[in-house]
C-alpha cells in the first residue's frame, strides 16, 4: 500500500523558471517530511525538510510547503538550474513506526536551457 | 565525517546463487536501512537495524535478510537470486532516535544473469 504518492512521474521545465513538485500521502501519523534528490548511479541526497509544526521551510532555492489538512506538500525550486535535473523523491517519517521512513515513486525533473 | 560506504559498487551473479551487501554508515549512527530501487518502482523498503536489532521490516521474500554488527555495519543477503532481485541497492543511516534524515550511501547494482 503506497502511502505516499507523487502522481507525476516526470516535469520538464525551463531554466530560470519555477520547478513545482507534488507529494500526497494517506497516513495522519506522518510527522515529518523529506525531499531528495537523486542523480543515476548515485545514492539520493537529503534536500530538506518540515516537520508537521509548520507550513512552510525554505533553504536557499528550495521551499517546502505543507497542507497538513489536505495531506499534501510541495517543493518548489527557483529558480530552475540545469544542475538541478534529476530524480526528486517525497518520504514521510512515521514515529509510531520508529520513524521509518515511506518513500514516494519519485519526479524525474528536466531543466532546459 | 565520513559518508556512508557500500561495498561493492557493482556486482554480477547468476540465479540461484547468494550474495552479501555491505554498508558502513556514517560514524555514530546506531540505524542502518536498505532500500531497493528498480525502474519506476522508486525506493522499496527492505528492512531496518538499530542497535543489532531488526526494527522494521518491509513486505520482501525471506530470501532477504540482513544483519547489524556491534560497531553498526550492517550486511544484507539475498539468497536464490532471480533475475527480478536485478536493482540497485541502497542503504541509508541515521541516528534513529528521532526523525531525523537519512543519509544515503552510493549503493551496489546488483545484476543477475
Known amino acids: 500500500d503506497q502511502q505516499v504518492k507523487q502522481n507525476s512521474p516526470s516535469l520538464s521545465v525551463q531554466e530560470g523558471r519555477i520547478s513545482i513538485l507534488n507529494c500526497d500521502y494517506t497516513?495522519?501519523?506522518?510527522?515529518?517530511f523529506l525531499w531528495y534528490k537523486k542523480y543515476p548511479a548515485e545514492g539520493p541526497t537529503f534536500l530538506i525538510s518540515i516537520s508537521s509544526i509548520k507550513d512552510k521551510n525554505e533553504d536557499g532555492r528550495f521551499t517546502v510547503f505543507l497542507n497538513k489538512s489536505a495531506k499534501h506538500l510541495s517543493l518548489h525550486i527557483v529558480p530552475s538550474q540545469p544542475g538541478d535535473s534529476a530524480v526528486y523523491f517525497c518520504a514521510a517519517s512515521d514515529p509510531g513506526g520508529d520513524y521509518k521512513l515511506s518513500f514516494g515513486a519519485g519526479t524525474t525533473v528536466t531543466v532546459r536551457a | 565525517k565520513a559518508g556512508v560506504t557500500q561495498t561493492p559498487r557493482y556486482l554480477i551473479k547468476t540465479r540461484g546463487q547468494q550474495v552479501t551487501l555491505s554498508c558502513s554508515p556514517i560514524?555514530?549512527?546506531?540505524?542502518v536501512s536498505w532500500y531497493q530501487q528498480t525502474p519506476g518502482q522508486g525506493l522499496q523498503f527492505l528492512f531496518e537495524?538499530?542497535?543489532?536489532?531488526?526494527?522494521n521490516k518491509g513486505n520482501f521474500p525471506g530470501r532477504f535478510s540482513g544483519r547489524q554488527f556491534s560497531n553498526s555495519r550492517s550486511e544484507m543477503n539475498v539468497s536464490t537470486l532471480e533475475l527480478g532481485d536485478s536493482a540497485l541497492y541502497l542503504c541509508a543511516s541515521s541516528p534513529g532516535t528521532g526523525p531525523y534524515e537519512q543519509y544515503f550511501g552510493p549503493g551496489t547494482r546488483l545484476t543477475v544473469t
Open positions: 497516513n495522519s501519523m506522518f510527522d515529518y
Open positions: 560514524s555514530g549512527h546506531r540505524s
Open positions: 537495524y538499530f542497535s543489532e536489532t531488526q526494527r
